[in-house]
């Protein structure tokens, strides 16, 4: 019997040494780990930056050991989420400009750009976020009141989708603009022959020019800005649909001096100079920066008219909308990303863009296999034309668009084609997957409001009863695997994220409540308590 009791103290003894020292422990957790099986948990051990283990707590316990451990209070876990397309930098600048989001009138917006002259005057005045659809008159705004308030200073005020800029006469004189400039990819707005301020897409780039150049540290400070506010919100990984090199080549310097922690996967500006310098180079990655695919323009925005329709705007008739980019042109780039191991990512709204796009795509990948190409935003799909989506092509959606825009859309659409738009269910099921983002700051940076979006298609006031075109609603499920593993699919990183699995960046998120099973009118309240990236905490 002492002996009996003697080997038995031996192997306890044995068994607690054999205990692999982790990093950080996390127990007690309600993890839904998005693999395969969609599987879940209630504990994960962390080392060097990576899961090693992922179970439950009495089978982590047993074969792991931390100094730190976590007790999450059986609170819910999720992979870091993924935000598959924004304007990150965009984001950061936008902080260092007039906040015009949520004005309900222009005279709000002037009101808004006065008093922020007043507290940081600037030689040139920058605003963004106004719209239009939001006021009591829906119309496009004008100069007048501009120019009598600022007649030496330049004022530029981008719309809130980045489609449309209202400017000053003092802004149209230094970038050349006048009442006879011809322009193609856009429109120079006029009333009776007469300027009106407002540019939309193309022409916007005479305006760009004039733009004082952020400082170098105006840029450090946007991009740190970006960081922490999408940290706040449990995004661990951003994809920025469209960046230069300079803003690409200092993310990666910042990254690398631990002054930026957040991982980016950079879409490359479609510009001579910066093709011309990523195609040659390749394929760029590090832990912290994935560079390997292009951004296009298609067409403009729905909400400007800029959207490039087959039929005319049910309520502007006559007016198509227009492609950004010719269609010989977005053949021609096709042609030469898919020579490269480039990715084509091209922004397509309009019914019209949305096929130019695809049919490219399908001839230049003509025995290609596993480009994973996507076509951004998606938003007005033919009918006919959903098929396109079969053969490997992600179609990369934002589904607050749809409750942004549900209000108007049918005006713009007509009753018939607006049951293409905003169809992600359809797209899934063409597709087999869709990359779930915002295109913040086009819209709030929120998830939360991503995922209620899809699942309800309502606004948060429970707006329209029902939901809006709730055969085109996703499942939770589907939804939180369009903000995690579909999204890193769509990245080529399913490998290294978008799942709490064992090899895999320990990026996850702590909730405020069980997304998964609370009430939908409650998802928009869910907040994310503590955000990790790497196993290092980051809120």
């Known amino acids: ?196 301020g407002v540019l939309v897409d ?106 490039a329709l087959r039929a005319p705007y049910s309520d502007k008739p006559g007016h198509f909308g227009a492609m950004v980019t010719p269609v010989d042109q977005i053949e021609a780039l096709a042609q030469r990303i898919a020579a490269t191991d480039y990715q084509m990512n091209t922004h397509a709204i309009g019914d019209s863009a949305n096929i130019v796009v695809l049919r490219a795509y399908e001839k230049a990948l003509d025995g290609k296999t596993d480009r994973r190409w996507k076509v951004e935003h998606a938003q007005v799909i033919s009918q006919s034309d959903f098929d396109y989506f079969e053969n490997g092509i992600i179609p990369s959606v934002q589904p607050t668009h749809a409750t942004s825009d549900m209000y108007w859309a049918e005006d713009r659409l007509g009753e018939e084609r607006v049951k293409g738009a905003y169809a992600y269910k359809d797209l899934l099921d063409k597709a087999g997957l869709v990359a779930l983002g915002t295109d913040f700051p086009v819209e709030q940076v929120s998830p939360f409001l991503t995922f209620y979006a899809a699942v309800a298609r309502q606004d948060v006031e429970q707006y329209p009863e029902g939901g809006f075109q709730m055969e085109n609603a996703l499942s939770r499920e589907e939804t939180l695997k369009g903000m995690t593993i579909w999204a890193a699919y769509s990245n080529f990183e399913e490998d290294e994220k978008g799942s709490i699995e064992p090899g895999k960046f320990a990026d996850f998120v702590i909730f405020s409540d069980d997304i998964m099973t609370i009430p939908a009118e409650e998802i928009p309240n869910v907040t994310a308590e503590r955000v990790f990236l790497g196993g290092v905490r980051k809120k």
């Open 1 to 196: 019997m002492k002996k009996f009791f003697f080997l038995i103290s031996v192997a306890l003894v044995f068994s607690c040494t054999t205990k692999e020292e982790v990093d950080l422990i996390v127990y007690n957790a309600n993890i839904y780990t998005v693999d395969d099986a969609f599987s879940k948990a209630s504990s994960i051990a962390i080392k060097d930056g990576k899961f090693v283990a992922v179970g439950d707590t009495e089978e982590i316990s047993k074969k792991y050991k931390a100094q730190k451990q976590l007790d999450a209070e059986g609170k819910t876990i999720v992979p870091g989420l993924i935000d598959a397309h924004c304007h990150f930098y965009g984001l950061g600048q936008n902080q260092q400009v007039v906040d015009l989001v949520g004005t309900q009138s222009f005279d709000e917006v002037v009101d808004r750009v006065v008093a922020f002259q007043e507290e940081r005057p600037s030689s040139f005045i920058l605003g963004r976020g106004w719209d239009q659809n939001d006021w009591e008159v829906k119309k496009f705004p004008t100069k007048d009141k501009l120019d009598e308030i600022f007649p030496d200073t330049p004022v530029a005020l981008e719309r809130i989708d980045g489609h449309a800029y209202l400017v000053n006469q003092k802004a149209l004189d230094m970038a050349g603009i006048t009442a006879d400039t011809e322009t193609e990819g856009g429109e120079i707005v006029k009333e009776d022959g007469e300027l009106t």
């Open 202 to 307: 193309n022409p916007m780039g005479s305006i760009n020019k004039v733009i004082p150049p952020a400082s170098l540290e105006q840029k450090i400070q946007a991009l740190k800005d970006a960081e922490q506010i999408s940290l706040d919100y449990g995004l661990t990984t951003v994809n920025d649909a469209g960046l230069s090199r300079d803003i690409i080549e200092l993310i990666d310097s910042l990254q690398q001096a631990g002054e930026l922690s957040i991982r980016v996967y950079a879409m490359v500006s479609n510009y001579p100079e910066n093709l011309d310098y990523f195609l040659d180079k390749g394929i760029i990655k590090t832990e912290g920066l994935n560079v390997r695919s292009v951004k296009v323009y298609g067409d403009g925005a729905l909400g400007s008219r800029g959207a």
